[in-house]
């Protein structure tokens, strides 16, 4: 072969869900794929030039398919890709603890007539478990090369990329019995037109009725030989019981069980964690987490019903020294008995806590804490105040600078280090704008608006308040997915999403939500039917705060008191249950089945949690600033035109008389159509200014923070909302949120008024 | 043996005593639908099914025992009617008493076992039990069952999947779980998680009543 290998043919990556495809993709490409350890991630088709290869092979990344005849979006495009024209080679990659998975799909390549090269991946959690493989047997038997590896410790790539080229077809063929194959061969027949693969495997995909096959035939075949291939496969059916393409599966299953008994090498030792490890890990890790977990939880119940008695701050404590100390007895003891029973190992352990019916629920919510303070106090608080007032600052005021202080914790002792005199960006910008323009132009006026410039308001808003806030979002959710206790989370919810109209998996788009709900809106994507897709995206629209959002109504919330911020949170609950309750009638569908994988409890790796963040932040400011700045400017044309103040007259008699708040507060829910947590800023400094000395009505608060938060989502929201659901359906959504949110705030202000 | 008139009843005595009501004899003629009833009565007496005595009739052992056998003839009836045949609520019940005079002891026990050993009647009134209900509260569990009646920890192997989706089918055995293969349920609560292999699959109850195993 003296001609250039990318003149022959592509590679194109195969496998199950979560085998780690996306990583080898990264690793021979040098593209980075946002990797996940949730399964449905990767819908669409990422490709890349192959490095180290010789010439330039293109490399296409599919996403994960339990079988090449597909059920589902994802397993159809990862099949289409293989039906396509052109030579290819495949890398199938599999999980090396769950063999007989991935040869499954390898015997559909095998009848497809693909060169392959099998990945053994997650080598080093096979011998963990105490499995081995006899590669050389299974080499033997198959006749394609056998790569082990370890892909996120790039193990294995080189010998992959010296495999590739050698790739072969396998040497599998599997015997469906007398009927069916006759079925297979009459089938081969009248497939008169030209293709890629073996008309065998294109047989077996029809005779399993696969209709998005069929219709790809469509313009391929007559009218008259897509009838015949009906007749024929109706003709065995009559024969079986079963659907003939369960008849096949199982006869393939069987096929594999005996390959991968021939293959494995019988139980060796199991891999155990070192004693001392384990004592640490039962003795003091666990009791030491479970009594915080516990204090945690009886502080945070004492915080929130704080409103209805006063309690001395012996007694709380007391209490919630009690609770730790309950808590850490039981979890102690349930851990180590459960652990005396089956040796099991401190990842399976924790794995199975985390969807225990009883004890997940206290470490949901202890998590969810853990992720406010990050996110909501950390990032939102104290980097968007230094990020927005001190970097980027304001065009006519200059900040005064920063100190830069060395604190040491515990003795509350701090040293001044240095002052830095940096007025922001902002100024200096409005400094220089100035020497050309006056600062009453229109032009200045359109960059540094205070309230709808693009520098001084969408620009800062996009990297001052929102990059914070979401990078840190992000980091905490990546933490979440790589360690697999997202996939647990959807096994703890599935039952309450069910009652309304989605299943356990739509709990990624619903945590998404909590960080950005324009990014989560596109994740919809991942769920089954559409009505779990609308029903979503509705959701989301209506009840789900963002990031930026919570972090600002916690705050303010918090500050009033405990009861206000649990009372808030039950009615955003309760909505979200009551909305998606309502459309789960409505709409029209069947539920989909729950079935999904969980990954292995893992400890993540935190050099592919910061890269991932990295991605997922820069894809955010790619796709989400662009859309700050494009609502920054219909904002100021809308002022400039006087459209919003027209709005906010038509506006106010609503929220005067129906919601009981003053008039000012109009702004604030307009400006919540832009930026939702200045939306609700802005509302909370309009009360406060009313207030005046009294302080501020908490009632009015709670309802207005209601209103803001179940209000019409921000304009990038609503983008993509256009995008995912077409304008018709994303403008009904609109013009039901909008109405309801105020119908909402308008009951609850009556409510109150009772009390 | 007693017949279709005397039947009727002691069918009748047993369901005013279940009402924790004594037997009057004058009320049971007024209640009792059938021709000469006086003269059955007093056949049922002579052949030591009821004792009256002051006019308060009362069920002897013999009678307890075929009267207990009749309204589960009855109850059953019902139960088949209504939940199987889904016949309506009036021709429930007179077709139901019918059933009760013909049924044999091998009849009604199918019947039983098909319908689950019910141990009450649509109208919530109690089915007396038959020697089939015991046996089968003996041995517990049944060989063959869904996956939701396993015990978390059960080991099991798939024997069969009943389901009208194709595509819950195929998706299942696309994955692998197909009869034959071993699983061990991991836990019921929240939702089912099953370990097949080194593989957890988490799945909703609705598809675990489709999987029937068997234990092992």
Not at chain 1, 41 to 70: F, H, Q
Not at chain 1, 519 to 547: F, G, Q, V
Not at chain 2, 95 to 119: M, N, R
């Amino acid at each position: 072969m003296s001609q250039k290998a990318a003149d022959i043919y592509k590679v194109a990556l195969v496998g199950n869900p979560n085998v780690g495809k996306s990583v080898i993709f990264g690793l021979l490409t040098g593209k980075y794929v946002t990797v996940s350890n949730y399964p449905g991630t990767t819908v669409e088709v990422s490709k890349g030039i192959c490095k180290g290869l010789d010439g330039s092979v293109e490399i296409v990344d599919t996403p994960g398919a339990n079988s090449l005849i597909p059920l589902s979006e994802d397993e159809r495009v990862a099949r289409d890709m293989l039906l396509e024209e052109y030579d290819k080679h495949i890398v199938q990659v599999m999980d090396a603890k769950n063999l007989r998975r991935g040869l499954l799909i390898t015997t559909q390549i095998a009848e497809m007539g693909l060169p392959v090269v099998l990945v053994l991946n997650m080598w080093d959690e096979l011998l963990d478990r105490g499995m081995n493989i006899d590669i050389v047997a299974l080499q033997k038997i198959v006749n394609v090369p056998v790569i082990k590896a370890i892909a996120t410790h790039r193990i294995g790539v080189s010998a992959l990329l010296g495999a590739i080229p050698s790739a072969k077809v396998p040497n599998l063929s599997i015997d469906y019995g007398i009927l069916i194959e006759e079925g297979i061969s009459k089938i081969e027949k009248v497939l008169t037109m030209d293709a890629r693969i073996h008309k065998r495997a294109l047989a077996i995909m029809l005779l399993s009725r696969d209709e998005a096959l069929e219709d790809n035939l469509r313009n391929k075949l007559t009218h008259e030989t897509l009838v015949e291939i009906q007749d024929i496969r109706d003709d065995i059916q009559k024969h079986f019981s079963n659907p003939l393409s369960y008849v096949i599966n199982i006869k393939r299953a069987s096929f594999v069980d005996k390959l991968t008994k021939k293959v494995s090498i019988a139980h060796i030792q199991k891999k155990e964690t070192h004693p001392l490890i384990r004592g640490v890990f039962f003795y003091f890790l666990v009791p030491l987490v479970s009594f915080l977990v516990g204090y945690k939880l009886m502080a945070l119940i004492m915080y929130l019903i704080s409103a209805g008695f006063q309690t001395s701050d012996v007694f709380s404590l007391a209490v919630s020294l009690i609770a730790g100390g309950i808590s850490a007895s039981y979890f102690s003891s349930s851990v180590y008995l459960k652990n005396r029973k089956a040796k099991l190992t401190i990842s399976e352990i924790l794995g199975s806590i985390t969807m225990h019916p009883l004890a997940a629920f206290p470490i949901l919510i202890i998590i969810l804490w853990i992720v406010y303070k990050l996110v909501g106090e950390f990032g939102a608080g104290t980097c968007v105040d230094f990020f927005e007032n001190k970097i980027f600052g304001n065009s006519l005021n200059p900040s005064g600078g920063f100190d830069i202080a060395l604190s040491i914790p515990f003795i509350q002792k701090s040293y001044h280090v240095l002052h830095v005199d940096f007025q922001g960006f902002n100024y200096y910008l409005g400094l220089l704008t100035q020497k050309v323009i006056s600062k009453d132009n229109i032009i200045f006026e359109l960059f540094f608006n205070e309230q709808s410039g693009l520098i001084q308001v969408g620009l800062t808003y996009a990297i001052a308040i929102v990059f914070p806030i979401v990078g840190f979002f992000f980091l905490a959710f990546g933490i979440m997915e790589d360690s697999g206790y997202l996939p647990r989370l959807a096994v703890m919810v599935d039952k309450v999403f069910k009652q309304i109209g989605l299943n356990g998996k739509a709990i990624l788009p619903m945590v998404l939500g909590l960080g950005c709900d324009t990014m989560a809106t596109l994740t919809t994507r991942i769920l089954n039917t559409k009505k779990e897709r609308i029903i979503a995206t509705l959701l989301l629209a209506l009840a789900i705060p963002c990031s930026a959002q919570l972090g600002v109504i916690a705050g303010v919330l918090g500050r009033i008191s405990g009861i206000y911020f649990a009372l808030y949170a039950f009615i955003i609950c309760t909505q979200l249950l009551f909305v998606g309750y309502l459309s789960s009638k409505v709409l029209p569908g069947d539920p989909s089945d729950f079935l999904m994988e969980l990954p292995p409890f893992r400890m993540p790796k935190l050099s592919n949690i910061f890269i991932k963040t990295f991605y997922r932040v820069h894809w955010f400011l790619k796709e989400a600033v662009p859309l700050f700045m494009i609502g920054t400017l219909a904002l100021f044309i809308a002022t400039k035109l006087g459209v919003l103040s027209f709005v906010e007259k038509m506006g106010a008699p609503v929220i005067k008389n129906f919601l009981g708040l003053p008039v000012e507060t109009t702004h604030g829910f307009i400006l919540g159509f832009l930026r939702r947590d200045y939306g609700a800023v802005s509302i909370f400094d309009t009360l406060q200014e009313k207030g005046g000395d009294a302080g501020i009505d908490p009632k009015q608060l709670l309802v207005s923070l209601v209103v803001i938060t179940l209000f019409i989502p921000c304009l990038a929201n609503f983008f993509v909302m256009i995008k995912e659901q077409g304008a018709k359906n994303a403008f009904l959504m609109f013009a039901f949120i909008l109405p309801y949110s105020i119908l909402i705030g308008g009951i609850l202000r009556i409510i109150l008024q009772q009390f | 043996m007693a017949d279709t008139y005397q039947e009727e009843i002691l069918e009748l005595i047993w369901t005013i005593e279940e009402e924790n009501d004594k037997v009057d004899k004058d009320v049971l003629l007024k209640k009792v639908d059938i021709p000469d009833a006086e003269r059955h009565i007093k056949a049922l007496v002579e052949e030591s099914y009821i004792i009256i005595t002051n006019k308060k009739v009362q069920l002897t052992k013999k009678g307890r025992v075929d009267a207990r056998l009749i309204i589960r003839r009855h109850r059953l009836a019902e139960r088949l009617l209504h939940d199987v045949l889904e016949v309506k609520e009036d021709t429930m019940d007179s077709s139901a008493c019918k059933f009760e005079h013909f049924l044999d002891e091998e009849v009604t026990a199918s019947i039983c076992t098909l319908l689950g050993h019910p141990v009450s009647c649509p109208h919530g009134k109690a089915i007396p039990s038959g020697d089939c209900c015991e046996k089968a509260n003996k041995e517990i569990r049944p060989v063959v069952m869904p996956l939701t009646e396993l015990r978390s920890g059960d080991e099991a192997r798939i024997s069969y999947i009943v389901t009208k989706y194709h595509q819950r089918l195929d998706k299942l055995s696309s994955m692998g779980l197909v009869p034959g293969v071993q699983i061990r349920l991991h836990q019921r609560q929240p939702t089912y998680v099953i370990q097949m292999g080194e593989t957890q699959i988490a799945l909703d109850s609705a598809i675990a009543q489709s999987i029937y195993v068997r234990l092992v």
